[in-house]
C-alpha cells in the first residue's frame, strides 16, 4: 500500500480549510486504488480528533506539534502575509511507497484536483 502524506497548515487558517475541504470528497477515492493519506499538521491531537469527526474525513491526521515531521520533509518554511513573517507549512503531498521511499512530491498542490494529482 502506498502512502500519500499530505501536510497541511494549522487549523488556525480557516479559510485553507475551507479549501482543503473541498477536495476531500474525491479524496475518497483514493483508497480505493491501494493508497493511505495521512494528514499531517502541527494541531494537538485533541484538536485532529474534534477536527476530524466535524468533517467525518476519510483519513487519518497526525500530530506534528514539534514540527520534527515537517522539517524532515522540508516543509516547515519562512512565510510572508502583509509583510509580516512568520514559521508555517508549505502545502505539499509526498507519495511514498511500501519501503517508505518517497516516489513522487506534488509541490504545487491544486486543491480543486489534488486525487487527480496524486493518482496519475
Known amino acids: 500500500m502506498q502512502i500519500g502524506a499530505v501536510l497541511l497548515p494549522q487549523r488556525r487558517y480557516p479559510r485553507l480549510h475551507r479549501r482543503s475541504l ?7 477515492a483514493i483508497p480505493q486504488a491501494g493508497y493511505r493519506i495521512l494528514g499531517v499538521s502541527a494541531d494537538s491531537p485533541a484538536s485532529h480528533t474534534k477536527f476530524r469527526a ?5 483519513f487519518d491526521l497526525l500530530a506534528d506539534q514539534d514540527h520534527s515531521v515537517h522539517e524532515a520533509y522540508a516543509t516547515w518554511v519562512e512565510k510572508s502575509m502583509y509583510g ?7 502545502r505539499v503531498t509526498f507519495v511514498i ?4 521511499k518517497v516516489e513522487e512530491v506534488i509541490a504545487k498542490v491544486d486543491t480543486k484536483n489534488h486525487s487527480a494529482q496524486i493518482l496519475r
Not at 22 to 28: E, H, I, N, V
Not at 84 to 90: A, L, W
Not at 97 to 100: C, K, L, P
Open 84 to 90: 509580516r513573517k512568520y514559521m508555517g507549512t508549505d
Open 54 to 58: 466535524k468533517y467525518n474525513l476519510p
Open 97 to 100: 511507497d511500501e519501503q517508505g
Open 22 to 28: 473541498r477536495s476531500q470528497g474525491p479524496l475518497r
